[in-house]
């Protein structure tokens, strides 16, 4: 057990819809990091929050969006949904966001989009 | 920019076989690296890591050395059992920046036959 939770472990939606995934970082974590993981792209870097402030930006689409809150939990929202958007998105945390540092992994959330 | 490049698999090999999973990377700063296991159905587990030039990561009989001069970090364990059948991803954190995103390779299944 990493420590990093996500909910919920699965989603099952339609094209168009909207869904919001949940993460909360390690206890003393103050950076949050998003990766999404489809067969054809792999892993992909999202986007990075630290301590609240938005940090880095990947690949992330205009139709997706994510916030960290002042309990340092976060939240990645997707609309629009698109069947291309079916994929399992992990959630990270670490210490502060530095290079050297470890980023410890929740358990992902499975979205099916239909 | 950065990218890591890992040997494509899936790898398949008989219990107690030598494993070796080819990983080299294209960094413009100087790089932390990575190893992380992906058992089915869950998220990522930080197997070794190694922060420096000639720096050995080791964990569970898995060894990596950290090789500047040929920019690579293979990954191997002398033994592999059963319970090692995993997708291994190879992974880059670029400390010449600010940021601190990993960038991993595309994933190595190994199947471990008794």
């Known amino acids: 057990d990493s420590g990093v939770t996500q909910t919920p472990k699965h989603l099952i939606t339609a094209t168009g819809q909207r869904v919001t995934l949940r993460c909360s970082p390690r206890s003393g974590d103050l950076s949050v990091y998003w990766y999404q993981q489809s067969l054809d792209q792999g892993l992909q870097f999202l986007i990075q929050?630290?301590?609240?402030?938005?940090?880095a930006k990947g690949n992330i689409l205009e139709r997706f969006s994510a916030q960290q809150f002042p309990d340092l939990h976060s939240e990645l929202n997707l609309s629009s949904l698109e069947l291309g958007d079916s994929a399992l998105y992990f959630c990270a945390s670490s210490l502060a966001g530095a290079s050297q540092e470890t980023q410890y992994f929740g358990p992902g959330t499975r979205l099916l989009v239909l | 920019g950065d990218s890591v490049t890992q040997m494509e698999g899936p790898v398949t090999l008989s219990e107690e076989a030598f494993l070796t999973i080819n990983c080299t990377y294209t960094a413009t700063g100087y790089p932390s690296l990575f190893w992380y296991v992906q058992y089915p159905g869950e998220g990522l587990q930080l197997l070794l890591k190694a922060t420096k030039a000639d720096d050995k990561g080791s964990n569970k009989g898995f060894e990596a050395t950290y090789r500047k001069e040929t920019t690579s970090f293979h990954l191997e364990k002398g033994s592999v059992q059963v319970s090692d059948s995993a997708v291994y991803f190879c992974?880059?954190?670029?400390?010449?920046?600010?940021?601190?995103?990993?960038?991993f390779g595309r994933g190595t299944q190994l199947t471990v036959w008794p």
């Open positions: 992974a880059l954190h670029d400390r010449g920046s600010t940021l601190g995103r990993l960038y």
């Open positions: 929050y630290y301590n609240g402030e938005e940090r």
